[in-house]
C-alpha cells in the first residue's frame, strides 16, 4: 500500500483502532509472560536465548497515512521493540543506540558461539554510527518488487534523511525534532550531502554483496552437482 492512498477516519472511529492496537500489544504481552512462566517452570530459561521484536510499528495519521506504507520510513513505523535475553546476562541493560534488524541474525550467533558465514549482511553486537531503513513497492498479485518505488533512509544519532527515487527529500533533526514535523533539507544541504553519501555507500555496499552470494551460490550448486556426479560413478 502506498502513502498516497488516502483514508478518512473520523475522530470516533481513530480512538477506537488505537484502542484496539493497544488491546492486542496487551494480549501479546500476556502470552509472551505465560510462554516465559511456562518455561521457567520446566526450567527451561536457563538454557535459553530469548529475542522479542517486531518488524514494524503502525502509523495513526502522524504523517497523514494509516497502518505501514511501504513508502512511509517515519518513527512510528520503523520504532520497534528488541528485547534480549540471556541467562550469560545477570543484570538488565538498556541500550539507547542505533541498531538495526539486520544485525540481529549475527548477533544471536555470537551469543550461541557460533561464527556468522562471510556473506551475511549485518556486524555482530557492535553500535553502528548510522543504520538503513528501505522499502519498495510490492505487487502482492504477482509477488515482486518495484524498484522504481524505492524508498530509503538513513538514521545517526542527530538525524534522519529520507529519499525517493522520485527525487524527494526530507531531512529531520531528531533531537530537536522528534516527531519528524519540520522538514530541514533545503537549509541544510551540507548535511544533506553527507548523509547522500551514506546512502551511496550502503548502496555499494549491498551491491558487492549481492555479487558476493551470487558467488557463494554458484558454488554451492557446483559442489553438489560434483558431489552426485562422484556418487553415480
Known amino acids: 500500500i502506498s502513502s498516497k492512498w488516502k483514508v478518512h477516519i473520523s475522530e470516533h472511529d481513530m480512538d477506537r483502532m488505537k484502542c484496539l492496537y493497544r488491546r492486542s500489544i496487551t494480549y501479546v504481552n500476556k502470552n509472551i509472560e505465560s510462554l516465559l512462566t511456562t518455561m521457567e517452570d520446566q526450567d527451561l530459561l536457563s538454557d535459553s536465548l530469548i529475542i522479542i521484536t517486531s518488524d ?18 517515519y518513527d512510528e513505523n520503523l520504532r520497534v521493540p528488541l528485547i534480549i535475553y540471556s541467562p550469560c546476562k545477570s543484570e538488565a541493560t538498556i541500550y539507547s543506540q ?68 522520485e ?27 553527507h548523509m547522500m553519501s551514506l546512502i551511496n555507500r550502503y548502496i555499494v555496499s549491498l551491491k558487492i554483496s549481492h555479487i558476493k552470494y551470487k558467488l557463494f551460490y554458484h558454488n554451492l550448486i557446483k559442489r553438489r552437482k560434483d558431489t552426485q556426479s562422484s556418487v553415480h560413478k
Open 56 to 73: 514494524h510499528g503502525e502509523a495513526f495519521f502522524e504523517h497523514g497515512v494509516l497502518g505501514h506504507p511501504f513508502d512511509a520510513l
Open 98 to 165: 542505533l541498531v538495526q534488524h539486520r544485525e540481529l541474525a549475527p548477533t544471536t550467533l555470537e551469543l550461541l558461539g557460533v561464527k556468522s558465514p562471510k556473506i551475511w549482511l549485518g556486524t555482530r553486537s557492535s553500535f553502528q554510527k548510522a543504520i538503513f531503513a528501505e522499502s519498495a513497492y510490492i505487487n502482492p498479485l504477482q509477488m515482486t518488487i518495484d524498484r522504481r518505488r524505492y524508498i530509503i533512509a538513513v538514521i545517526n544519532e542527530r538525524y534522519k534523511l529520507i529519499f525517493n527515487k
Open 167 to 193: 527525487g524527494r527529500v526530507e531531512l529531520y533533526d531528531l533531537k530537536l525534532d522528534s516527531k519528524e514535523t519540520n522538514n530541514i533539507a533545503h537549509s541544510n544541504m551540507n548535511i544533506v550531502k
